[in-house]
């Protein structure tokens, strides 16, 4: 990986937030109130870039205070008071508000007991046909009473999964915040995923109730799924119950529990008081080198980094309109529904990103009113690619921020939504991870914005680059890594004795600090440049897989050998995803065969997650103790030379990797 160093000057910046913007943001207001109360450094009107600074230096040398000024600034409300915000600061394992109790849901639905905003639209829900519906706060939290007391009545008890097999629509928010509300664990999958794919994180957590769809729209297609769920219920004994939400219009099948029913109580809200480090809800991992890791995040650690994100980050609150276009299986879904924490009305968009045209999300923030408008850096991509010209065609003038993840947004990709959205728009480019549900780096509202590059690290987060030894690096890629502890970071993984998948997954390389697998660089200005990823998990659409759901669905056909998959970020913002095959003696890959490959991934594990080409290899390198060599393959694609990729002596067959050096390189010449 090539290094690169900060220019002698600062460039111009794209945008810049006028002073009444800055003035008027939560976060200002944030760091004059923790100055006054808590020790922050005083912000300065006149260069609020320094204040920044100066702001997040105080939250990462002093956590605790930050953090206890975050619960205090947000009126969390510990129903048991805590005995220290951060009584021991190791990772893994970092003890958060020790001794306390919370309830997620509860403060996700505070501003239903609110006279004048009860009856003012929570949720605000569409889908590719025509007409808009909404939710009223006072009525979603009725129906998370009366599903919470259903579960109860199921025998649910705080600690039991809950899951969901649901696309992005309101009742798979009323199902997380009524598991929530009970101390269940919520899980889910979107119904795109085939049942296997399902299987394999589902049964790792064993639910005892399962939502389901009969089946989703996408592309203008109806796509019925009861086979599916069959297939789920046979194969999950841990089920007590399932809940069917017809989509489509079907009858529940036998034994299943109507939607219908399960939300028509008028039940009091009751909110289980459970620990801080409670589980809230597992996320999954790609499953690089096997099942996908069963990620556990906290209720207490969820409630404090979303309120951070949402509220100081996104600068939401009451009056705005909070949209991103994801589905139930990304971590963004999850970010999203806590929109509600800031007290933002939650747009939920059901559909295909580019139905009935490549302008379709735009659409979307016009119908809504849209004030925050979160995509993919694929999507802003393909919008330039296609001549789609937003700030022509669509009433945006709702639109305060155009928020983008899941890749890096490529320069063009700024360039674009300054010229085509709107000039006065503030970009807001943003990293994390499934793995803290959150954002390392992003946006910040009294920033300027600088071309491909992120504002800064978050607040309470200290982000760094590091070279291979462990040495802070500026102006140079190195891997990201995080020296403190989030709130947000795993309590653990599901079912992994002694933690010891937790700890290799984070804290192999570098002992007692959090390496995310990103390479990133850090500027000067403190600006975060993302350059993609070190490892080889697939992230498409934002969606992320992992090669090991690629290689079971693909090597069950008896032409396979064996197989290797990679995904390249690409300089234009693009994203190649080869399946190179191994062939069985006799077998050819021909338009038939490579057609099998792609239905069976499509069937199976995610439409996705279809390569972009299949290709025949006399062979796949491994290391000496079996595993593919995934992230050499893919700095091969990108160019690195295979000395700087590989350690000879590592390797089964350097021939093999000789293979791909060559191939790039036809690549990169024709």
């Not at 009107?45 to 100066?54: I, L, N």
């Not at 490579?594 to 995610?606: H, N, Q, T």
Request: with cysteine; charged share 20%; aromatic share 8%.
């Amino acid at each position: 990986m090539s290094t690169t160093t900060e220019p002698a000057h600062a460039p111009e910046p794209l945008w810049t937030p006028g002073p009444e913007r800055v003035a008027g943001a939560r976060v200002t207001h944030f760091q004059t109130w923790a100055a006054e109360r808590h020790g922050a450094p005083a912000g300065d009107p006149a260069d609020p870039a320094a204040s920044y600074r100066a702001l997040h230096a105080w939250s990462v040398r002093e956590p605790a205070v930050f953090w206890g000024a975050v619960a205090e600034w947000f009126q969390v409300r510990f129903s048991t008071p805590y005995e220290a915000v951060l009584a021991d600061a190791s990772m893994p394992g970092a003890q958060w508000f020790t001794g306390s109790a919370l309830n997620y849901a509860e403060h996700a639905l505070r501003p239903a007991l609110d006279p004048e905003r009860a009856d003012t639209p929570a949720l605000v829900h569409l889908d590719e046909r025509p007409g808009t519906g909404e939710t009223s706060w006072a009525e979603l939290s009725r129906q998370v009473a009366s599903v919470a007391g259903r579960l109860r009545a199921l025998g649910v008890t705080p600690g039991d999964r809950v899951s969901g097999y649901l696309p992005n629509i309101p009742q798979a928010v009323v199902a997380l915040l009524a598991t929530a509300a009970v101390g269940g664990v919520w899980t889910s999958c979107a119904p795109d995923f085939g049942a296997r794919s399902v299987l394999d994180r589902f049964q790792q957590v064993e639910p005892v109730v399962l939502f389901a769809v009969d089946g989703y729209r996408y592309g203008g297609k109806e796509h019925d799924r009861t086979d599916s769920v069959a297939e789920l219920r046979a194969e999950l004994p841990s089920l007590r119950a399932v809940v069917h939400i017809p989509l489509l219009g079907s009858k529940a099948p036998e034994g299943a529990l109507e939607w219908d029913d399960v939300v028509s109580d008028d039940t009091a809200p009751a909110y289980e008081q459970v620990p801080f480090d409670h589980p809230l809800w597992v996320l999954y991992s790609s499953g690089t080198t096997g099942l996908p890791k069963a990620i556990v995040q906290s209720q207490g650690g969820i409630l404090l980094e979303h309120l951070k994100q949402t509220g100081l980050h996104m600068d939401l609150g009451p009056g705005d309109r909070f949209f991103w276009y994801t589905s139930t299986g990304w971590m963004m879904w999850n970010f999203l529904v806590s929109g509600l924490l800031a007290g933002a009305t939650v747009v939920l968009y059901d559909g295909s990103p580019g139905h009935p045209d490549t302008g379709a999300q735009w659409r979307i923030a016009e119908r809504t009113g849209a004030t925050v408008f979160g995509t993919s850096a694929a999507y802003v991509m393909a919008c330039r690619k296609a001549g789609v010209r937003p700030g022509r065609d669509f009433d945006l003038s709702a639109v305060k921020c155009v928020a983008s993840t899941g890749s890096p947004l490529p320069p063009d990709g700024f360039r674009w939504i300054h010229e085509e959205v709107k000039e006065d728009v503030w970009i807001a480019s943003v990293s994390g991870g499934t793995d803290v549900c959150s954002c390392f780096a992003g946006g910040v509202p009294t920033l300027p914005v600088h071309i491909g590059e992120l504002q800064a690290a978050s607040l309470g987060t200290d982000l760094q680059a590091w070279d291979g030894s462990g040495r802070p690096v500026t102006g140079e890629v190195g891997e990201l890594v995080v020296t403190n502890p989030m709130p947000s970071m795993p309590v653990r993984f599901w079912n992994d004795p002694g933690d010891t998948r937790y700890r290799e997954s984070y804290f192999e390389m570098f002992p007692g600090v959090w390496r995310h697998g990103d390479w990133i660089t850090i500027t000067e200005r403190g600006t975060v440049i993302i350059h993609g990823r070190s490892d080889s998990t697939l992230n498409r659409q934002g969606v992320r897989m992992g090669s090991a759901d690629i290689y079971e669905a693909v090597e069950r056909l008896p032409e396979i050998r064996e197989s290797l998959v990679i995904g390249v970020e690409l300089p234009d913002g693009g994203y190649w995803m080869p399946l190179f095959v191994h062939l069985a003696p006799g077998a050819g890959l021909d338009e038939a065969l490579r057609g099998r490959i792609k239905d069976v991934i499509r069937a199976e594990l995610s439409p996705r997650h279809v390569p972009d080409e299949v290709i025949a290899v006399p062979a796949v390198p491994h290391t000496l103790t079996g595993k593919r060599l995934e992230v050499p393959v893919k700095r091969l694609m990108q160019g690195a030379a295979l000395d700087s990729t590989v350690n000879p002596g590592s390797v089964d067959d350097i021939e093999a990797l000789r293979f791909y050096e060559r191939l790039a390189q036809d690549r990169r010449a024709s």
